[in-house]
């Protein structure tokens, strides 16, 4: 009688947060963010910028080539994104800026530690990242 219980009590824990557990839960950005518009226009000088910055705040988990496989993300659930995946290539630049400002779960927010130019850029050098990916 006690294990049956127990069980019922794990059941009612573990249905609630099994999307959690699995971090499957999709994340959207809200719908605002599709009409927000990157100020700058991909270029040598902006990538060589956005990659200092990507390789020194963004590479532990998503890669140098921003495939989601940095050292830091052995063992990370849900693992870091694949910046060339259609999934991610697939959401408009609002989106993934709103997503790196604000972060999820082990994913950090920048809002407060990189500045909007700064983030606008990073968002720049990941359309970037997927053409080279499709190149390599
Ligand atoms: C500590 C590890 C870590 C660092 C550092 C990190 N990320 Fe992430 N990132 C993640 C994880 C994990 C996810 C998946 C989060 C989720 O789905 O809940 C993610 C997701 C994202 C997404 C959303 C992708 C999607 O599927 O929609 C973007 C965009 C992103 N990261 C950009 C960046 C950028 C740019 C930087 C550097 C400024 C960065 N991340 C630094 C771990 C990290």
Not at 46 to 71: F, Q, V
Not at 90 to 98: E, I, P, T
């Amino acid at each position: 009688m006690r294990i049956l219980l127990m069980l019922f009590c794990l059941t009612c824990w573990l249905l609630p947060n099994l999307n959690r557990i699995q971090g499957q839960e999709a994340w959207t950005a809200p719908a605002y963010t599709d009409s927000l518009v990157n100020p700058f226009k991909s270029d040598k000088k902006i990538i060589a910028e956005a990659k200092k910055i990507y390789e020194s705040a963004c590479w532990t988990c998503h890669g140098l080539t921003g495939r989601g496989d940095g050292p830091a993300a052995t063992g990370l659930t849900p693992k870091p994104a694949d910046h060339s995946s259609a999934k991610v290539q697939h959401q408009a630049d609002g989106a993934l800026f709103w997503k790196l400002s604000k972060g999820r779960g082990v994913m950090p927010p920048f809002e407060t530690t990189l500045s909007k130019q700064q983030r606008w850029k990073l968002v720049c050098y990941i359309r970037e990242l997927a053409k080279q990916n499709s190149q390599r």
